[in-house]
């Protein structure tokens, strides 16, 4: 039996285990699933590869492949679960799944990994099918221990029952049993229109233990004589330690050690405040001669300048130059977006111990698989002897996804140079977090178009201006053609029908380092792209809302469906001025869901004061409605804080200069505008939702502004803009 066919089972003496497994370099595609037999495992053998555990206590907990870090897997993925074993809610457990690439690759390059928005569409059918065999098992135990066939029974709300004898089970009676029958190879799924639990608003099953404080993340996790542990980083990113005076730093109460490690300067202590005391008396020279010293101003400047050269076609119909040559009016316009924190609200953490050939990590990763192999190269252990733990996290929008594992080679070369056993837990202040790097790119665009002489768009070039995020890292593997779509997607395969259109990809080079940030390249595409359609609509005189269907091809049904239905929500009329109020529209796909927003606006001194938006979004089935609104409410937050306010601003000598909240400024809650959710009824599989609200937040924003004052925003944030 191949790999590809065999289906995952453990026994073991507490319950039933059940799940899927793919093959190592496997990615999971919906209804693709690898399988292996009780055969494969052994009897009575617990391993890591199983979804679903039903335990005595009548509990069915799901292990989890993706980090929970408030955008709710554990909720959706367990509701997927428990709709196919007919299960009750409050049945049901979440716990993570321990790192393991080989047991739970899931994602791209066979990485045990969250990201992309991909969980839900990663694990629709995977998850279905593992509650449906195990409820297959259960009712093969039921027959066999009533004498009765499979036919006859049934499962309702967590009991097995047989209507012909008025027996009933629960599934923590028969959970062992259960662990003894065959294995269904393809078990019976639910039809759609017999779902019970999938579509309806389930409470998350995280947020009890969030809101009392039993939750446990990183920072609660203390180890028996654990020493904490804080990094003096360069200020400058890329620059590396000349020579380290600690003098001043050891002469601290709490103080254990100071130690160089290839990222900076380490401080060992018994406490956090002893630690950070001590690092800030460190005196440090730096090597900068390899790091990034420009300031932004010098950056953007580079990078505009770089618009003008050829770089590298990643989309092109028809003869843009020729349409722009023979259009009647042409429109121009460059858009500078900066470099964005992500700025979680937990900042990066972890804690290793180190037990002879044993070491055991415990952190919120989202490449666990990833982190876990640093650590065992690291330390020269075998990879099989090193454990890590993936914690619930306190957000993250990509940055514990980093292309090189950042946070555990940090914590593995903390134990290294410290020398034999021990624990450690190592700190991330938020001053850390705003200058360590790992940036959004910062990225021009530059956008030419042409209109014709009956009003319609005749051309179409957009270049585009960044570094790339995955070229040159573990996630390029040579298979790129020397492209990124992380820099430029959003701004290709648009759903307009623009018949001469090229656009470009200029790459630049440089020491910082930048990783994807929530909704990755869409953040910047969605924003140039449609706040400069918005802009030839307007110079061609038609409606902004209605300008869009009218480009919309056939074939973007999806597209149009959310248009036209956030349309109707707003009551659009045309009317983009009313009083002192503006209206703004933008549609943007992203990871595969369709939104469409329009928000509504008035200038408070000088800024946006954005009062409501109306978000219309199409992510296939809605698993859990009320996840889908929350993460469609928080990306719109989150994209609207850092429009209006975020940027990280490299000064002299390429020093960052925002290093807290008091500079690097968030959205607070009397800024928070209304905002109306409608989910588009579907039968599609589900895609993701973690991420595709923030791309259009902005631009409708910018367009409503623009409505409103005459001011294009052509650089953000707003407070850059000069709005």
């Not at 995952?8 to 799940?19: D, K, P």
């Not at 039921?142 to 097995?160: C, H, L, P, R, T």
């Not at 409410?633 to 609207?640: D, F, K, M, P, V």
């Amino acid at each position: 039996m191949t790999m590809q066919t065999r289906r995952a089972f453990l026994a073991t003496g507490s319950g039933l285990m059940i799940g899927l497994m793919l093959p190592r370099g496997a990615r999971a595609q919906s209804g693709a699933a690898a399988v292996l037999t009780r055969d494969d495992v052994g009897e009575g053998t617990f391993a890591p590869n199983a979804f679903v555990r039903v335990s005595d206590d009548d509990t069915v907990t799901l292990i989890c492949k993706h980090i929970e870090f408030g955008q709710g897997p554990f909720t959706g993925l367990a509701t997927l679960v428990a709709e196919e074993m007919d299960a009750r809610w409050d049945q049901m457990r979440a716990v993570s799944a321990p790192a393991n690439n080989e047991l739970y690759a899931n994602l791209f390059f066979g990485l045990q990994g969250t990201g992309g928005s991909t969980a839900m569409a990663n694990s629709y059918t995977q998850m279905r099918q593992a509650g449906a065999a195990a409820r297959a098992m259960l009712v093969a135990a039921a027959a066999e221990k009533w004498g009765v066939d499979a036919s006859e029974i049934d499962v309702v709300e967590g009991q097995i029952v047989h209507a012909g004898s008025e027996q009933a089970a629960s599934f923590g009676e028969l959970a062992n049993a259960a662990a003894m029958q065959q294995v269904p190879v393809e078990p019976a799924l639910k039809n759609p229109s017999e779902f019970r639990l999938i579509g309806k608003d389930l409470p998350k099953l995280d947020t009890e233990a969030k809101s009392n404080g039993t939750a446990t993340f990183t920072m609660d996790v203390y180890r028996d004589n654990m020493q904490t542990v804080v990094i003096k980083h360069p200020e400058v990113v890329g620059a590396t330690v000349v020579s380290v005076d600690d003098s001043a730093a050891l002469e601290v109460p709490g103080v254990v050690a100071v130690r160089q490690i290839p990222q900076g300067v380490a401080v060992y202590a018994n406490s956090t405040a002893a630690a950070l005391k001590a690092r800030g008396l460190l005196q440090v020279e730096w090597d900068t001669s390899q790091a990034e010293t420009r300031s932004s101003d010098q950056i953007f400047a580079d990078f505009s300048a770089a618009a003008s050269e050829p770089g590298v076609v990643v989309e092109e119909a028809g003869n843009s130059a020729e349409a722009l040559n023979a259009a009647a009016q042409t429109h121009e316009a460059e858009y500078h977006f900066p470099y964005l924190a992500h700025a979680p609200m937990e900042p990066l953490d972890a804690v290793l111990e180190l037990r002879g050939d044993e070491a055991e990590i415990w952190m919120g990763a989202q490449f666990p698989g990833v982190d876990q192999g640093a650590v065992a190269n690291v330390l020269g252990l075998d990879p099989a002897n090193v454990r890590l733990n993936v914690m619930l996290a306190g957000g993250s929008f990509g940055r514990r996804a980093q292309t090189s594992p950042q946070i555990g080679l940090e914590i593995a070369q903390i134990a290294k140079v410290a020398g034999g056993d021990g624990a450690w837990k190592l700190i991330w202040t938020r001053e850390d977090d705003l200058t360590g790097g790992y940036y959004r790119p910062l990225t021009v665009h530059k956008l030419r178009g042409g209109i014709d002489a009956d009003g319609n768009i005749s051309g179409w070039e957009n270049t585009i201006v960044n570094q790339s995020i995955m070229l040159g890292t573990m996630m390029d593997q040579g298979k790129s053609d020397g492209k990124d779509p992380t820099s430029y997607e959003g701004a290709i395969k648009m759903p307009y029908d623009l018949p001469d259109l090229t656009v470009n990809w200029v790459r630049q080079e440089s020491p910082m380092s930048v990783l994807w940030w929530r909704s990755v390249g869409h953040t910047h595409t969605a924003f140039a792209t449609e706040t400069f359609l918005d802009e030839l609509l307007e110079k061609a005189g038609k409606d902004p809302v209605q300008g869009r269907l009218d480009l919309i091809r056939d074939d973007a049904g999806r597209d149009r469906a959310v248009l036209e239905k956030v349309a109707e929500m707003a009551g659009w009329d045309g009317t983009r001025v009313k009083g002192d109020r503006a209206y703004g529209v933008a549609l943007h796909e992203s990871f595969n869901t369709y939104t469409a927003q329009i928000v509504e606006i008035s200038d408070d001194g000088g800024m946006p004061r954005v009062h409501k938006v109306w978000s219309a979004v199409d992510c296939g089935v809605a698993v859990n409605p009320n996840v889908i609104r929350a993460q469609t409410e928080g990306a719109i937050g989150y994209g609207l804080g850092s429009a209006l306010f975020n940027e990280l601003t490299l000064g002299e000598g390429g020093v960052v200069q925002e290093r807290n909240f008091d500079t690097y400024r968030m959205l607070r809650i009397h800024e928070m505008p209304e905002v109306e959710v409608e989910i588009i009824a579907s039968d599609a599989d589900p895609t993701g939702i973690g991420e595709p609200g923030t791309p259009p937040i902005a631009p409708a924003v910018a367009n409503a502004w623009r409505a409103l004052t005459g001011q294009a925003v052509r650089r953000l944030p707003f407070t850059k803009a000069g709005v």
